[in-house]
Structure formats: structure tokens, C-alpha cells
């Protein structure tokens, strides 16, 4: 602040008023300039405005006036640009010193503040020109409104010491930076300025923007950014060495991963010029909790297997709790595993948790894509790939009563070992215009399924095309007193090696008033026990047959016609049937139980 200016124009005026006769004078009221130099009576308080960034400019007090009316002088008033009043005028000889004026404050609505780890100090003004050192001292002079630029460079504990505190209280205290709500980071040129963090807190935020940062722990370690509250935006930032679990560390898994998201947290997330968020291995991306939300949208994210707890198989790429949500709209994720072997969940919810995908969102490489457990989660999956995992959708729920509720549309699962797997007490599944492809590949030995169900509550199929499994549809009933309605409609399943369709319950292929249209060929082609369908329980039929009228399967074989279509003749046959090897249906002798394989009816 440049004091010596501001005091001689105080003097100047000082001298000024000791030569006036009048004893009535009033205090002179001058306001600050806009440079924030301070007058007598009291100086203003002004930001600074000039393009080059430079530093605030406060007004002290000021010279107290010499009043010589009965009240004193009265304080000078601020400068436009300012937030402060000036110190009240001291009274006449026989009169009451003036009221003070206001305590002058600082307006930091706005400001752009520098920072640069090398050649900068933290007793500067934080401009370009004379940086500040710490991210620290420019978050504490920063409001809402303000930019903190980081300069080219690594900041690490070298020069951010409180990136190297292994202090788990809360962040900012010992640990960790907190950049204040509606404050933006960003880095002077893209890429060029990397946080590497090795303490217990990285950077914690309320809202704002992060914008070209490189985020990156030294060695595998666990959280760089945390969010409680706020709207936050991320761009153009990657994730390195992050998501593991510290050694020695008593952080839960989830406490593990790179971003933590909690509170009311909306945060979104997107990829600039970036090929991939990861600049180096991840592994836990990301943990949604209370009603935090996470929206990325387009980019990859590549992740990577620890190879101390690879075996359990159970770190997550993301984790959705509480009620807690997940959006992806058109990213890659992807794992990066150091054998040909699946491992790690891509995605892991639970609770009352939700996850959206679309908009051509692809899962690849992992041991369960995405992973539902205990809870009434909901799952929207709408034009999305699953490739190359060894479970695409794994939901498994058993003793649970709480309702899950999943739709697929429009989405493609092909060469995983399983399409979806469906294990859950309580589940309302919708698939919709979907393909199941080649669900057989991992390990190429041994069988794949596209699509199994064993659950209670409802599922429906609608054009779905499952081909080139082992095991097509496999549709089971869960022991639970729950209703139980499976329907399957315009869709195929052909191509199988082992079997098209088993069924361990009564099932709604299509029925009088509602054909299945369906098209059930070629499957278990050269397999001694291969069939389109297979009738496979031990238990039999107690609540009804097996409803598949109106399909089309292989023809001229088991009574099928040319076209593969069965009918019956006269008003309300039907033809039921309750043993048979194939190929079009294999049923175990005595497990119909009076009930069968309903093929065709007439009104």
C-alpha cells in the first residue's frame, strides 16, 4: 500500500485547516482514489483494477480532521470502488470527539490471485508478476468469484506443506487445502500444473471449478479431492497413483478412493482435449455417499489393479451408497489388468443408490461391470456396451426384501462369460432392444450365459437377442414367497452351443392372448442333451405350465410344421407337453407333475 502519498496529502490539509479563522468549519470530506490511496478524514478502500493483476489497496484510517464545530469532524466516506469508511474527525477544543467512522473491510469479490511454487512467496501480492508460494495462502485470500491461476510447476510438500501431512483430521486443519465455494482452480497452461499429494487430504472443495490440473500421489495412495456441498466442476483434469490403499493405513476401502463425494455434493466432470482421465494407474475412482452426485460426461477412464488385494477381486472403480447417484454419458471405463485375467467392479452400488449410463457408455475389462447389492437400488442402462467382462451385470441380493428396480434398453453385452446375472429376492428387470452376443469367451473352455435369472418379483424381455452362448436364457424362481412373473417377447434366441432356453419355473413365452412371437432355433446343435428348451427342474409344476405359444422354432422336427410353428386344430385345443428329447424341448420325465410346455392354443 503506498502510505507515504496518503500522508502527505493528510498533512497538506492539516495545515490548511489551522490557518482558518472560522471556528464553524465543517470536517472536508474527501473520498479515496481509485487506486485505494486514503485522504484526511478518513482514507477508502478500493480493489485494485488494472489488467495486470495488481495487488488490493486498502485506506487506513486516515488523519483525523481538526473539527472546529461543536460535534467534531465527521470521518471521510469511502471510495467508490472500497468497503470501508475512515476514522471519525477528533472534536474541536471544546466539543466531543466525532463518532468513529465504520472498520474499513476488504471486498475480495473477484479477484484473480497467482501462484507459482518456485519462484513464489506467500508475502506478495499474488499477481503474475509476484506470485504467492502456497495454493493454501491464496484459497485464504480468495472469495466467491475469485480464480487462483497455478502456474507451470510441481507443487508438492516441498512447497505446499500441507500436501505432506499424514494427519488425518479435518482437512485444512493439518492436512489438505479447502478452496472456498464458488472459488476457481485452474492451471496457467493445461497439464502443466501438478499437485502431488502425499498426505491424508489433498484438495477439498464446496462448489466451484477445477479446470487443467494434473492430481497425482507420488506413490499408489488413496484421495486427491473431496467435495461435501456445492456445485463443483472438473475439466480437463487427470487422476494419477490414486484410489489405493495407503500401506499401514486404517482408511476403509472406500475412504481409498481419488475423489470422495458426500453431503449434498453435485459435481461434474468432463474431458476437454483429454484422451483419458487417468495419467497414471487408479484403481477406486470415485465414492458417492449420502445424496452426492457424480456426472461425467464423454472421455475414458482407465483403472488398474492393486496388486496387493487383486485377489479379493472387490475394489471398485466406483462406489454409489446411500442415495447417492452416478451419470455417465458416453465414457469408456475400462480396466487396465496386468493379466489377461478379469478383475475389480467397475461400478458397486448399494443401498438406495442410482446409476444412469448411456448415450453409448462402454464397460470393459472388468470382473463384474457393474455390481448391485443389498438395497432398493435403481439402474438405468440405455445404450450401453458391456465387452470382455467375466459378469457384465451381476445383481445379488438374496434375504433381501428391498425392491431393486433395473431397465436396459438399446444396450449391447458381448463376449463377457455372463450377460447379466441376476440373484435377488426382489427385482422389477426390464431389457429392451438389447443384443447378448458371444457370452462364452472367458475362459473360451468353459460355458457362458447371456442372461440368467433367479429371482422373485417381475422381469420382461422385449426384442432381445441372445446368440452364441453356452446357455442363452436361463429363467429360474427364487424360494420366496414373492410374486414371481417372467415374460419374453419378439425376441431371439438361436445360435447357442448347449441350450436356448432352460427353465426351472413357470415362465410366459407366449400365450393366447399374447403370442410370444419369439424365434427359438438352432441351439445345442450336435449336443447330445442340446435343446431350444430345456425344462430342467427337479421340482415339478405346481402353478401353472410353461406358457410358449405362438414361436417359432426348428422346423419339421417334435411336431413343429415347415415354417417351425406348432397349432392344434378345433376350438380351444391346446398342445401341451410333458416329455420329450429334443431339439426343440427337453423335459425330464416326472418333473411336469401333471402340468407341461403349453406349445399352442385356440380360442
Excluded at 364 to 375: D, E, K, N, S
Excluded at 405 to 428: E, H, K, L, P, W
Excluded at 442 to 450: D, L, Y
Excluded at 569 to 588: F, I, K, M, W
Aim: with cysteine; hydrophobic share 35%.
Amino acid at each position: 500500500m503506498r502510505r507515504n502519498r496518503c500522508l502527505g496529502y493528510a498533512g497538506l490539509l492539516a495545515i490548511w485547516l489551522l490557518s482558518c479563522s472560522r471556528t464553524e468549519l465543517e470536517a472536508v470530506d474527501l473520498p479515496g482514489d481509485d487506486a485505494g490511496n486514503q485522504r484526511a478524514g478518513g482514507g477508502s478502500a478500493s480493489i485494485a483494477g488494472s489488467p495486470n493483476g495488481n495487488a488490493p489497496s486498502l485506506g487506513g484510517a486516515g488523519d483525523a480532521a481538526f473539527g472546529g464545530h461543536a460535534d467534531g469532524g465527521r470521518g471521510g466516506r469511502a471510495g467508490t470502488a472500497g468497503a470501508s469508511h475512515g476514522g471519525g474527525g477528533a472534536g474541536g477544543a471544546d466539543a466531543l470527539a466525532g463518532d468513529a467512522g465504520t472498520a474499513g473491510q476488504i471486498d475480495m469479490s473477484g479477484p484473480t490471485l497467482y501462484v507459482d511454487p518456485v519462484t513464489g512467496d506467500d508475502r506478495q501480492p499474488g499477481t503474475r508478476a509476484q506470485p504467492l508460494r502456497t495454493i493454501a495462502r491464496a484459497a485464504s485470500l480468495a472469495r466467491a468469484g475469485s480464480e487462483i491461476i497455478l502456474l507451470d510447476g510441481v507443487y508438492d510438500g516441498t512447497s505446499q506443506p500441507q500436501f505432506n501431512s499424514p494427519l488425518d483430521s479435518a482437512c485444512g486443519l493439518d492436512s489438505g487445502v479447502v478452496i472456498p465455494s464458488g472459488v476457481a482452480l485452474r492451471a496457467d497452461h493445461s497439464g502443466q500444473a501438478r499437485l502431488s499429494i502425499a498426505g491424508y487430504h489433498g484438495l477439498c472443495a464446496s462448489g466451484g471449478r477445477i479446470e487443467g490440473l494434473r492430481l497425482e500421489r507420488p506413490t499408489p495412495g488413496s484421495r486427491v479431492l473431496e467435495c461435501d456441498g456445492g456445485e463443483l466442476t472438473i475439466q480437463e483434469t487427470t487422476f494419477g497413483n490414486t484410489g489405493f490403499i495407503d500401506s499401514g493405513s486404517t482408511a476403509t476401502e472406500a475412504a481409498s478412493s481419488a475423489l470422495l463425494l458426500s453431503g449434498s455434493a453435485q459435481v461434474t466432470l468432463s474431458p476437454g482435449t483429454l484422451s483419458d482421465f487417468s495419467s497414471g494407474a487408479n484403481e477406486r475412482f470415485a465414492t458417492l455417499t449420502e445424496h452426492a452426485s457424480l456426472t461425467i460426461t464423454g472421455g475414458a477412464l482407465s483403472l488398474s489393479e492393486d496388486p496387493r488385494d487383486s485377489a479379493s477381486g472387490f475394489d471398485r472403480g466406483f462406489r454409489v451408497a446411500d442415495s447417492a447417484s452416478l451419470i455417465l454419458h458416453g465414457v469408456l471405463l475400462q480396466r487396465r489388468a496386468a493379466s489377461s485375467v478379469q478383475s475389480g467392479t467397475g461400478i458397486a452400488l448399494t443401498d438406495s443408490a442410482q446409476v444412469h449410463l448411456d448415450q453409448g457408455t462402454s464397460v470393459t475389462g472388468f470382473a463384474r461391470g457393474l455390481y448391485g447389492a443389498q438395497g432398493a437400488s435403481r439402474v438405468a442402462l440405455d445404450g450401453v456396451d458391456f465387452t470382455d467382462n467375466d459378469c457384465a451385470v451381476l445383481l445379488l441380493s438374496p434375504g433381501d426384501l428391498q425392491r431393486k428396480t433395473v431397465g436396459i434398453r438399446g444396450s449391447r453385452f458381448t463376449r463377457n462369460r455372463q450377460g447379466a446375472f441376476v440373484y435377488a429376492v426382489n427385482i422389477d428387470l426390464t431389457i429392451q432392444d438389447s443384443l447378448f452376443d458371444d457370452n462364452r469367451t472367458i475362459p473360451a473352455s468353459t460355458g457362458g450365459v447371456g442372461i440368467e435369472f433367479a429371482a422373485s418379483g417381475s422381469a420382461s424381455l422385449q426384442n432381445v437377442t441372445i446368440t452364441n452362448s453356452e446357455f442363452g436364457l436361463v429363467l429360474a424362481r427364487f424360494n420366496s414367497p414373492l410374486d414371481f412373473q417372467i415374460s419374453v417377447r419378439d425376441s431371439q434366441v438361436s445360435s447357442n452351443s448347449h441350450v436356448g432356453v432352460s427353465v426351472y419355473a413357470p415362465v410366459d413365452l407366449g400365450s393366447l392372448a399374447s403370442p410370444g412371437n419369439n424365434v427359438i432355433q438352432s441351439n445345442g446343435v450336435g449336443q447330445s442333451d442340446g435343446a431350444n428348451l430345456l425344462f430342467g427342474s427337479n421340482s415339478p409344476l405346481v402353478d401353472g405350465p410353461v406358457l410358449a405359444v405362438g414361436n417359432t422354432w426348428d422346423a419339421d422336427v417334435q411336431g413343429a410344421d415347415a415354417s417351425g410353428r406348432y397349432t392344434v386344430t378345433g376350438a380351444g385345443a391346446r398342445l401341451e407337453v410333458q416329455d420329450g428329447g429334443g431339439p426343440n424341448y427337453r423335459l425330464r420325465p416326472n418333473s411336469i407333475g401333471g402340468l407341461g410346455v403349453r406349445l399352442a392354443e385356440n380360442q
